[in-house]
């Protein structure tokens, strides 16, 4: 299964041998361009654009990945969140990712809830990478985060 964003602000998971769409989720007003990470059926998504019931921007989310046709609803979301360059990461039961504000901001897997956030300097697009217990972006390492 192929889980990507497109350029309509929505999150789709496609059959790569057929091109059959099996599900789909629009979730902001303009395009997608962060990756998707995926835990189970959990799928995280996230943007830094519009949303579309607000006009707050951002918003890192939880969806149901096992449903088909149109999801109409997240499982849990975090608006305000502007996550749009840098793609999520799971360590655990959280969920990481860095803000446009280059912030590497922690989120508990299930509820969504905001566990802690540390500064990374004044800015950082790339994702960060989990690797031997240590989180790395860029040139800055965060190890033994709690």
Not at 21 to 41: E, L, P
Request: hydrophobic share 40%; net charge positive; proline share 3%.
């Amino acid at each position: 299964m192929l889980i990507c964003g497109l350029g309509d602000g929505g999150v789709y998971a496609i059959k790569p041998q057929t091109g059959e769409k099996v599900w789909g989720i629009v979730i902001a007003k303009r395009g997608i361009n962060t990756g998707v990470v995926v835990n189970g059926s959990t799928v995280i998504v996230s943007h830094g654009d519009e949303n579309l019931d607000t006009n707050e921007m951002g918003m890192i989310a939880a969806i149901d990945g096992s449903q088909k046709g149109e999801i109409k609803a997240t499982k849990w979301a975090a608006k305000g969140f502007l996550g749009g360059f840098s793609s999520p990461i799971i360590d655990g039961d959280r969920v990481l990712q860095i803000e446009n504000g280059a912030r590497l901001v922690a989120f508990d897997i299930v509820t969504g809830k905001q566990l802690w956030k540390q500064q990374l300097g004044t800015v950082q697009k790339a994702p960060p990478v989990l690797a031997d217990g240590k989180i790395t972006s860029g040139r800055r390492l965060a190890s033994s985060l709690s």
